[in-house]
């Protein structure tokens, strides 16, 4: 079992930054792909950005493509998504995710496991 929490989220004006962080635990993600998703009041969950096993592979919706970087510390058992020059539809709920296999994904109903998630408010 992995267990993962996000931490990170706040309140930000348009323009501003922030950098979510996923913690797993329970066992070790180096060998897992990581994605973060996103799910806004009364919409879908959607993707925002996954990474391969090793960082080394990344990818990322058309939305947040130059704004957003997915990162990971195999060391820390932590991966990162650093978001800059936010806007108000950025405003969701952000969700980590894990997924057995090396080869990340950009389909939530691929994923292993979930955190609860982190909210990101962006004002305008």
């Known amino acids: 079992q992995v267990q993962l929490v996000e931490s990170g989220g706040g309140l930000v004006q348009a323009g501003g930054s922030l950098r979510l962080s996923c913690a797993a635990s329970g066992r070790t993600v180096s060998s897992f792909a990581m994605g973060w998703f996103r799910q806004a009041p009364g919409k879908e969950r959607e993707s925002v950005a996954a990474?391969?096993?090793?960082?080394?592979?990344?990818g990322y919706e058309d939305s947040v493509k130059g704004r957003f970087t997915i990162s990971r510390d195999n060391t820390k058992n932590t991966v990162y998504l650093q978001m800059n020059s936010l806007k108000p539809e950025d405003t969701a709920v952000y969700y980590c995710?894990?997924?057995?296999?090396?080869?990340?994904?950009?389909?939530?109903?691929?994923?292993?496991?979930w955190g609860q998630g982190t909210q990101v408010t962006v004002s305008s």
């Open positions: 990474s391969s096993w090793s960082g080394g592979v990344t």
């Open positions: 995710a894990a997924k057995y296999g090396g080869i990340g994904s950009m389909r939530p109903d691929e994923y292993d496991y």
